[in-house]
């Protein structure tokens, strides 16, 4: 059984914030979950993919998360305890659907997990979603430990059922990958199965509907503003007259910063749970206690200048603080060490000076990027495309995924990114005003995302470009997840569709298409110099599966390759490739045996010949 | 309960997930409380993994500069890198088997010294533990047992408010029909830490 499925109420058990939230919505009688991966929200999905399997729990990767929402949503309306899970830039894809399904409202539960990414480990901003509350009108629940993340699920659910509106459920990387000992609840009954009551007049959003839908939703906000200011999760501690008002995990390293600056007997702090609507009174009411307030929050003075805006209301004048040069950033994310210094600094308490160590005297060490596996079928597209495009002036629009990695030295391919989809459609621009020539990368998964639309209008608007699509069979990048162009069979399902890729190309009108195969790699230059030479929209589709992925499926691989005496050390192999199985050892190239899959890459481009299948060692 | 701080450092596949995770398990057996978080977002691409762990009353998940109290490194390169998070009272163990980052390959960078990384860090902290973990895991008759050489030398350290045997329990309960070879590599590294 599932570990997550465990029905011992009160038991503990060792959990990832991402496993903790799942648990949640597991406790919560969650039956229906909708998601596109995303760090750090994945395992969130991946935990239901697998508990899907083994019990009612319906579950779907779907195309992207605009659909997931959409998906969500219809089973929300029929009554049915819904989830749906993204990163924090993918409720941006979401939020054409996000802000008018606020209008409508739900029946059942519907839960959306924005996971937010301060410092950004993996994604292209910072955005701080807790304005998405804002600007749509919706519930934000912000849990500021992995325990708490699991008990806030429940809440959320019964929350969103009590205004008959979606919630949001804002987490940070440090929630979700962060790691706890949990106590486990009851788990509810899932009821999986809904109904739809027709009701146009609410339904379907036309602009006279709408206008009496938007009154709705901002009283449903009023009712909502008085929940938030009698939440169990919007609570005060302390009695001092130092006011810090917090949210997420900042509250945490505040609880350690005040104890270890030994403030406890004059602070007094407000932590915020249910951040939007911020709870109006119950602030009001703390900052007439206070002579002086810090807000400490990662991302936006999204709490601060609300609390401003109630010490106006209330004609408060004492200091409030959080944003600024000498306090806190709006860039990155916080750390305990940080916080309690601000809060020294602000509330003029004694500061024990930091510890670190002088590190002078410490040679600069080499930079450790991650980079493409060894044997990487991607690593030798980009090469193919390189040589291919070998004489022209290029610009190599790029997308989101392993791929992306490409971008870095020695391969260099990658000049333009911005989201989700963009390598396409920034290609029709380019194309346009330059006279360069545009050769984009989009992987599998990001294709069906939200490459479709782009590649439609190139083939409308006649532009010009090459678009390698980097088919590679799985999302690798986010763990291996499904797409659509997946056959399912490799995670022993069966009852899906599948598409392929060449398929909708073709359908979409594209002229020039070419599918080559990536590790051929004096093949693959020749019919890429040949959609480059195309005037028009060429597509090539360079398949083969991930290597990682097919390690783990333990599909059979090359035999590895080796580095024979008639190497002469030009060391192309190293410097045009950046395959990591290479190392040096005395000056000479050497392959890990270990590391390589034996893709055979290195040796078609060796000028010597020299790399050869291991087996053939004398 | 007095609070202590334990940072990781490897390269994406040298097993510090797992590692942190056992010793996770083996606090929820002894009823410590723990709490900890982890950088993984590019961990099989090759890139940094690092883990906090931190022990006892504290509420926090991560581990600012200079308040580590052990620092444990699977590559030595790595375990210079993180020395940001130490201060002049921390324990510092680390492998000594180099995986130089592909940079050095292609002439991006010089890989450090191996004597004067241990005299730096020997220099800047309490105790440095350096050894070569990779040799002793090849001799457990498991080569990807390095994290497990290593948790060895952390438990046999006494900083931790954790026994070894409460570790060995976890990796039984964790790592399955490796943990013969993973119990072999603790103790091997328990030993070894012992030495130096
Ligand atoms: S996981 Fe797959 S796609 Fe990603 S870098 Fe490795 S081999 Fe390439
Ligand atoms: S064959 Fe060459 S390029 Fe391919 S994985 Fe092995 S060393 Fe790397």
């Known amino acids: 059984m599932h570990k997550l499925l465990t029905d011992t109420p009160g038991n503990k058990m060792l959990l990832l914030g991402s496993e903790a939230i799942a648990r949640g919505a597991v406790e919560a009688g969650l039956a229906f979950a909708a998601t596109y991966p995303g760090t750090p929200s994945s395992e969130i999905s991946l935990n239901f993919f697998q508990i899907s399997q083994e019990s009612d729990l319906y579950f779907e990767y779907s195309t992207n998360e605009k659909v997931a929402l959409e998906v969500a949503a219809a089973a929300a309306n029929s009554g049915v305890r819904s989830m749906c899970i993204m990163k924090h830039v993918g409720l941006n894809v979401a939020a054409d659907a996000l802000m008018t399904l606020a209008y409508v409202g739900v029946k059942g539960g519907l839960v959306i997990i924005t996971a937010d990414d301060p410092f950004m480990f993996s994604s292209q901003n910072e955005q701080d979603n807790r304005y998405y509350g804002k600007l749509s ?17 429940p809440y959320a659910f019964d929350l969103s059922e009590e205004l008959q509106e979606p919630v949001l459920f804002r987490t940070t990387t440090r929630i979700n990958h962060s790691t706890a000992i949990v106590e486990l609840g009851k788990i509810r009954k899932r009821v999986t199965k809904g109904s739809f009551k027709k009701d146009p007049f609410n339904y379907v959003t036309v602009p006279a509907v709408s206008r009496k839908l938007h009154v709705k939703l901002l009283k449903n906000i009023e009712k909502a503003s008085n929940i938030s200011d009698n939440s169990i999760y919007n609570f005060t501690e302390g009695k001092g007259d130092f006011g810090i008002i ?6 945490i390293y505040v609880s350690d910063a005040v104890k270890d600056l030994n403030l406890e007997d004059k602070t007094r702090i407000l932590r915020v749970g249910f951040s939007h609507p911020m709870p109006a009174k119950l602030i009001k009411t703390f900052l007439k ?7 400490v929050e990662e991302g936006e003075p ?4 609300a609390v401003k805006a109630f010490a106006q209301e209330e004609g408060l004048t004492m200091p409030i603080r959080g944003k600024g040069e000498d306090l806190f950033s709006r860039l990155y994310e916080f ?3 940080m916080v309690r210094k601000c809060i020294a600094k602000f509330f003029d308490a004694a500061f024990p000076a930091p510890k670190t160590v002088d590190l002078s005297g410490i040679p600069e060490l080499p930079q450790r990027p991650p980079n493409l596996c060894a044997g990487c079928s991607h690593r030798a597209t980009f090469y193919a495309v390189k040589k291919a495009a070998e004489g022209l002036e290029t610009i190599y629009p790029t997308d989101i995924g392993c791929y992306t990695l490409g971008f870095l030295p020695p391969l260099g391919m990658g000049d333009f990114l911005i989201c989700m989809g963009s390598s396409v459609g920034t290609s029709c621009g380019f194309s346009k005003v330059t006279d360069n020539k545009v050769i984009s990368f989009i992987g599998d998964s990001t294709f069906f995302h939200s490459g479709i639309p782009g590649l439609v209008n190139a083939v409308f608007n006649n532009h010009n470009f090459t678009l390698v699509i980097l088919d590679n069979g799985t999302t690798a990048m986010t763990g291996h997840q499904p797409n659509p162009g997946v ?7 069966s009852g899906y569709g599948r598409i392929i890729i060449e398929d909708v190309v073709k359908a979409l009108g594209v002229q020039h298409i070419t599918v080559i195969r990536p590790y051929r790699i004096k093949k693959s230059i020749e019919a890429i110099k040949e959609a480059l030479n195309f005037k028009g929209v060429s597509v090539v589709i360079a398949k083969e599966m991930c290597t990682l992925y097919s390690k783990s499926l333990k599909k059979p691989t090359g035999k590895p390759f080796y580095i024979s005496e008639k190497c002469k050390n030009h060391r192309n192999c190293v410097n045009d490739l950046a395959c990591p199985a290479f190392s040096l050892k005395d000056n000479r190239v050497h392959i890990d045996p270990v590391m390589c899959s034996g893709c055979s890459v290195c040796a078609q481009i060796c000028p010597e010949n020299a790399i050869l299948p291991l087996k053939d060692k004398k | 309960m007095k609070t202590t701080r334990l940072i990781i450092v490897a390269v994406g596949g040298q097993g510090n997930l797992l590692a942190s995770r056992i010793l996770g398990e083996a606090s929820l057996l002894s009823g410590i409380p723990i709490r900890m978080s982890e950088i993984h977002g590019m961990a099989q691409r090759g890139g940094v993994v690092e883990s906090a762990l931190v022990f006892g009353e504290a509420e926090s998940t991560i581990i600012s500069d200079g308040e580590a109290d052990v620092l444990v490194g699977f590559e ?4 210079l890198r993180a020395l940001n998070k130490c201060n002049s009272g921390t324990t510092v163990i680390t492998n000594l088997s180099p995986l130089p980052p592909f940079t050095v390959a292609i002439g991006k960078g010089v890989y450090p010294d191996l004597g004067l990384l241990q005299e730096l860090i020997r220099e800047k902290t309490k105790r440095l533990i350096a050894f070569d973990a990779t040799a002793l895991a090849k001799e457990a008759g498991n080569v990807m047992s390095v994290n497990m050489v290593l948790l060895g030398a952390l438990l046999q350290t006494d900083i931790l408010p954790l026994s070894a045997d409460n570790v060995k329990e976890a990796i039984k309960v964790r790592t399955g029909k490796f943990a013969e070879s993973n119990i072999r590599a603790f103790e091997l590294g328990f030993s070894s830490a012992k030495l130096s």
């Open chain 1, 137 to 153: 009108g919706l519930p934000v629940i912000e849990p500021s430990s992995v325990q708490e993340a699991k008990e806030m699920m």
């Open chain 1, 246 to 251: 917090c949210n997420g995990v900042s509250y």
């Open chain 1, 289 to 295: 206690e206070c002579k002086k307030v810090l807000v």
């Open chain 1, 302 to 305: 999204y709490m601060e200048e």
């Open chain 1, 335 to 337: 750390d305990p060490a």
């Open chain 1, 487 to 493: 056959d399912m069979s490799n995670f022993n399902l």
């Open chain 2, 76 to 79: 030595p390169s790595e375990t």
